[in-house]
């Protein structure tokens, strides 16, 4: 702790001109906010093209109907149309608020509030608290519009909108309560450690920001779970995480298809006790021997210990942000959003190796469990992920730079090659 305190005050000596020389904050903030949304629009200018590809890529074209394939274009096109317009609709309603001095104008208006309550600004939490959920508020009026937009006309219109407009707005609502029955907890506690730590708050709220991710993991992850129904998938999966010495406690089945047809499945739980969860969608599309697959290679990120590996890479990421905080003004931290850019190209790639790893790990259950009947478990992922990517309509044709900046998993061209290539070495071996 005491370490990590020196290099900090060392840093902090280093950038005390900063919050001397008088800088225009405000300035630097516009310039690179709109320029990390003029690079994202490049990245889309990039992709774009490529929705207009009338046939597809070699490796899927004999699992791929062209129906198919067309449908998934147009989907692709509309949403990267929608994108565009909404990247830039934001881009300009936050430069206008930044300008014109919404954010003060709401720290204002939370002051106000409290007094109407009797209470003086000398309680900064509470006007804390009052300030964000104003702002929250606010400033997402404005693209609410892009969102009933994009529901309603864009989802529906593929067939993947499940929502009503009564469902839509108990969501919003919901999500708003949601937001500040976790919020407001949350943020008084930041504060408080913020306070009381002085400056040396950084390990303190590092620490508190784990145990709080953590609890979120656990109430995400614990909703609307029903246990999967005896069968072929449940003794199949029984059986591979009992040969994996995988802690399966419960097997759940989670109902993807009220809301969206996107579909997959996953693990969470405490390291003696998991629970896998699978989505019915991924279920109804494809064959208990190909779902098995797919858990084979989530089991394969247990294996490696992907969600710790992630977890120590995301407090590192949360120690970026929290650092440079304690030696600029708290509006400059905003100044960080280009490099939250070059940072999300770095943690996808992190992510996109583990995703690689563990379709390994799948095609060498064989070897690893010592089990004939495995040896066809890439082929089985390998059509797990064609129907998953055909049913879900996703972009078949990808530009590496926008897949780089955006996407967490390698493309499906990608994968189905890494699998290849595990087979290939395989049998070279043999
Ligand atoms: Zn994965």
């Known amino acids: 702790m005491d370490f990590l305190h020196s290099g900090l005050a060392a840093v902090q000596r280093h950038l005390a001109f900063v919050s001397v020389d008088p800088i225009n904050w405000k300035f630097y903030v516009q310039v690179f906010s709109w320029g990390v949304t003029i690079f994202e629009s490049y990245l889309l200018l990039r992709q774009y093209p490529l929705y207009s590809k009338t046939s597809p890529p070699e490796a899927l074209a004999s699992h791929i109907t062209q129906e198919d394939f067309e449908k998934s274009q147009k989907y692709g096109k509309d949403k990267a149309k929608f994108s565009i317009f909404s990247k830039l609709f934001s881009q300009c309603v936050d430069s206008a608020m930044l300008q014109y001095g919404f954010y003060a104008w709401c720290w204002g208006a939370a002051g106000t509030i409290l007094g109407k309550f009797g209470y003086g600004t000398d309680y900064e939490i509470l006007q804390s608290i009052i300030f964000s959920f104003t702002m929250y508020l606010l400033s997402s009026l404005p693209t609410l519009p892009l969102s009933i937009y994009s529901t309603f006309w864009i989802e529906e219109r593929h067939g993947f909108n499940k929502t009503t407009p009564g469902l839509f707005v108990t969501d919003l609502l919901k999500s708003w309560l949601v937001a500040f029955a976790l919020g407001a907890p949350f943020l ?94 991924l279920i109804q599309q494809s064959k208990p021997e190909e779902v098995e697959a797919v858990l084979a290679h989530e089991l394969g990120h247990w294996y490696y210990l992907h969600p710790t590996k992630m977890m120590a890479i995301s407090q590192i990421h949360i120690f970026t942000i929290l650092a440079p905080l304690s030696c600029l003004p708290a509006c400059s931290s905003m100044i960080l959003t280009p490099l939250e850019a070059f940072i999300s190209i770095g943690m996808n790639a992190v992510s996109r190796h583990f995703e690689w790893e563990a379709d390994r790990f799948a095609c060498e259950l064989q070897d690893k469990l010592n089990e004939k009947s495995m040896n066809d478990m890439g082929d089985r992922l390998g059509r797990a992920l064609i129907t998953l990517h055909v049913k879900n309509l996703s972009t078949v044709w990808v530009d590496w730079l926008y897949s780089a900046y955006h996407h967490s998993h390698p493309t499906l061209i990608e994968r189905l090659r890494g699998l290849e290539s595990f087979r290939t070495k395989r049998a070279k071996k043999e």
């Open 188 to 281: 008084a506690a930041f504060l408080y450690i913020f306070k009381w730590a002085g400056d040396r708050f950084v390990p303190w709220l590092m620490g508190f920001m784990i145990s709080f991710q953590l609890l979120m993991v656990i109430f995400l992850y614990s909703n609307k779970l029903t246990p999967l129904s005896e069968g072929e998938l449940r003794t199949r999966v029984e059986s591979l995480a009992g040969k994996l010495r995988f802690p399966l406690k419960h097997l759940y089945e989670i109902d993807g298809s009220k809301r969206s047809s996107h579909s997959n499945a996953y693990f969470f739980g405490l390291p003696w006790s998991k629970h896998i969860v699978i989505f019915d969608t």
